[in-house]
């Protein structure tokens, strides 16, 4: 019994600590180590400074990859951009609808669609801000910082891979161009994630 609460005990603490990580840009720090202050419950960027113009990305004008490493059962992914060398203002969306993601792995996206007519040069400094939610309804941040180039590339099919259990929809469907809005549901985010949460901590104890 011992041994038993030991791990239920272990398994709380990993939960904690679970969140997400950015593998693709480079992100501004790891702020899943333990040994740094960063917390990703801070907005906007979960307490990291924006990184040195060596180490931002270069994304291709028409938009890059994105590659995240989802630690929950279940979450709502939104990307935010932010023009500028200093960024305070996420203020475009790069994923109209919200996503709902299911299966904790890797999430690949190899282009993410710009907004039209968006106000970037070869040269354009940004940041990207990645946000995850939970049925609990609170947020997770990071952040990761990068140039548009104009002889930037997306990573390449091979490099961008999704985990084959991890699937990612829209929430709401995509407006039409009448003007009628289709509010669609995706079936799973219908389903309840509550029941999953034991079966979760024991699964990230293993
Ligand atoms: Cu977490």
């Given at each position: 019994?011992?041994?038993?609460?030991?791990?239920?005990?272990?398994?709380a603490?990993q939960?904690?600590?679970?969140h997400?990580?950015?593998?693709?840009?480079?992100?501004?720090?790891?702020?899943?180590?333990?040994s740094?202050?960063f917390s990703?419950w801070?907005?906007?960027?979960?307490?990291?400074?924006?990184l040195?113009?060596?180490?931002r990305?270069?994304?291709?004008?028409?938009g890059?990859s994105?590659?995240?490493?989802l630690h929950?059962k279940?979450?709502?992914?939104?990307?935010?951009l932010g023009?500028?060398e200093?960024v305070?203002?996420?203020?475009?969306?790069?994923?109209?609808?919200?996503?709902?993601?299911?299966?904790n792995?890797t999430?690949?996206?190899?282009?993410?669609?710009?907004?039209t007519?968006l106000?970037?040069?070869?040269g354009?400094?940004?940041?990207?801000?990645?946000?995850?939610?939970g049925?609990?309804?609170?947020?997770?941040?990071?952040?990761a910082d990068i140039v548009?180039?104009?002889n930037?590339?997306t990573?390449?099919?091979?490099?961008?891979?999704?985990?084959?259990?991890?699937?990612?929809?829209p929430?709401?469907?995509a407006?039409?161009k009448?003007?009628?809005?289709?509010?669609?549901?995706?079936?799973a985010?219908?389903?309840?994630?509550?029941?999953?949460?034991v079966?979760?901590?024991f699964?990230?104890s293993?």
């Amino acid at each position: 019994m011992v041994v038993g609460a030991f791990v239920l005990l272990a398994a709380a603490a990993q939960l904690v600590n679970a969140h997400f990580g950015i593998e693709y840009p480079k992100w501004r720090a790891d702020t899943l180590s333990s040994s740094t202050n960063f917390s990703q419950w801070d907005y906007p960027c979960a307490g990291a400074p924006t990184l040195p113009d060596n180490e931002r990305t270069p994304w291709p004008l028409t938009g890059g990859s994105v590659k995240l490493d989802l630690h929950h059962k279940w979450t709502y992914v939104f990307i935010n951009l932010g023009l500028g060398e200093n960024v305070t203002n996420f203020n475009y969306t790069l994923t109209p609808g919200l996503w709902n993601s299911t299966g904790n792995g890797t999430l690949c996206v190899q282009q993410l669609t710009l907004p039209t007519n968006l106000p970037i040069v070869d040269g354009s400094k940004a940041s990207l801000q990645f946000v995850t939610s939970g049925d609990s309804g609170s947020a997770l941040y990071n952040c990761a910082d990068i140039v548009f180039k104009a002889n930037a590339t997306t990573l390449s099919s091979s490099e961008c891979v999704t985990d084959a259990g991890v699937k990612v929809a829209p929430v709401v469907a995509a407006q039409q161009k009448s003007g009628a809005s289709t509010a669609g549901l995706n079936k799973a985010m219908l389903s309840s994630a509550a029941g999953l949460a034991v079966v979760f901590a024991f699964g990230l104890s293993l």
